[in-house]
Every structure is written in C-alpha cells, then in structure tokens.
C-alpha cells in the first residue's frame, strides 16, 4: 500500500472540498478557489473533515497515482489555505530587478531589459534590488513562473552570476590558471 497514498488529508477550517463526476475536485478556501480533474480510477471521498484516495487495484500505474492523485489534493488545500511562494536571489553587478505595475523588469546585462508581466492568479514582490518574491495559490504555477523568470539568465560556476533559487546551491568552478 502507498505510504503517502493511504494518509487522510485533513481539512482546515474554512475550507470546502468538493469532487464532481469524473474526479473534478474543487477547494475553496480564504485565499481562492483550486479546481483541477484528477486521474479517474482513483476514488475521493470527503467524510467529515478529512479527504481519502483509495485505488481499485495494485497495478503498479495504480499504485503511482495514488500518492500523486493524494499530494496533488494534499497541495491544493494548503494553496488556498496558507499559499505557496518561491525566493528568488540576483547575483551580478548592475543586475536588478524592478516592478512596474504588473511588470517585472529586469536588467541582466543584456543590451536590453527583459519585461515579463505576472500570469493569471500570481503576484511576485521585489525587496530591494535583488530579491524576487513570486506568490500565490497553485503550487505549480508559482514553481513554472520562478522557473521562467531564473531561465532568463541561469547562475554560472565561474563567479556564480545569474537568477538563483534562495535555498539553491551554485556548485562552483576553479577558472583558468596563467602559464609559466
């Protein structure tokens, strides 16, 4: 049996799960609404204030979908309860960040700058120059657009100049030496 799988999900205060034919589930919570249609062999069951997943057999794609199908709902509750959000850090000298309404400009040492405007549901905040905040309700929003934003200029080995993750590690590189 899956460890993960077979954990009730307990449901907050505040907070309603509903699960429509053909496994659409929809939470409601503080912050907004999730709706998402999950894999339709799995059966969720909301009684009282918990949310169960069971699967109808041991068949090894069964057994994989049951923990997805369960974090799955698992992050859609803590979404709309508390929200998710990614630090990203700006290494580099004249590399920085502003925000222009819903813009977020950067300058990366590229002969221009690069703009990117906040997607649907999202909300990214700049602290200082070189720190951006990207906010918001749906766990994989907010990881894809942290993503797009560090892949406008990755960290390199060298000096470790670039967009990176806070909790990220730069593995760093020895440069070239003089000959003698």
């Known amino acids: 049996m899956s460890r ?20 659409k589930v929809t939470v ?3 912050k907004g609404t999730l709706e998402r249609v999950l894999p339709g062999e799995m059966e969720i069951e909301v009684e009282g204030a918990e ?24 992050n859609m509750v803590k979404g709309v309860t508390d929200g998710y959000e990614k630090v990203l850090e700006i290494n580099g000298v004249g590399y920085r960040a502003q925000k222009q309404g819903k813009k977020l400009v950067l300058s990366l040492g590229y002969s221009h700058s690069v703009e990117m405007e906040d997607p649907e549901g999202l909300e990214t905040v700049v602290e200082g ?13 907010v990881g894809q657009f ?15 100049k670039g967009i990176k993750y806070a909790d990220e590690v730069i593995r760093r590189k020895v440069g070239k030496t003089g000959k003698k």
């Open 28 to 30: 409601k919570g503080p």
């Open 51 to 74: 949310v169960t997943v069971t699967r109808p057999n041991d068949l090894k794609k069964m057994k994989s979908l049951h923990g997805l199908t369960r974090t799955l709902i698992a």
């Open 129 to 141: 120059t070189d720190k951006i905040i990207v906010k918001g309700i749906d766990k994989e929003k």
């Open 146 to 160: 942290a993503a797009e934003i560090r892949d406008k200029r990755r960290p390199e080995p060298y000096k470790g």
């Open 4 to 23: 993960i799988g077979r954990m009730p999900i307990a449901i907050p205060a505040g907070v309603t799960v509903e699960v429509a034919e053909n496994n």
